[in-house]
């Protein structure tokens, strides 16, 4: 049988349980189907609520998974969650991020679309969103294909 899992999405957090409920929100409301992707949570430590939080995502969500992992930077996390990892593409995402609903559909789309005229696609965007300093910022090396 083959893998349904088109996308793997990880997040790493530490002590992030002001931000959590709001970014799994905006995942698991995706227009992209929920059966073709998971997502991965590395938790670095945390000392507050985080852990009780994201477990009950998990009681009602089963493409959810977490993993533990004391003391790992960021980055770190990103490559432990990569290795669990059962999707061909992989998509980052912070744990105080709010992914629009369409967000998996147009990284698929776009990524299908690139690799018929590239050997090999990477990607790096984002739309920052902080209601404090600005309503949107966009980075400068941003391209539209």
Known sequence: MDNPIVVSIIITGLNVEKTINRTLD???KQSFPQDMYEIIYVDAGSTDNTLRIIKSWVSSFNNIKVIVAKGVSPGEGRNIGARYARGKL???IDADCIAKDDWLYKLVTTYEELKKRYAKVGAVGATLVDD???PKIKT????KY
């Open 132 to 134: 404090k300093v600005s």
């Open 140 to 143: 400068p090396h941003q391209k």
């Open 90 to 92: 992989l998509a980052f």
């Open 26 to 28: 905006s995942l698991v």
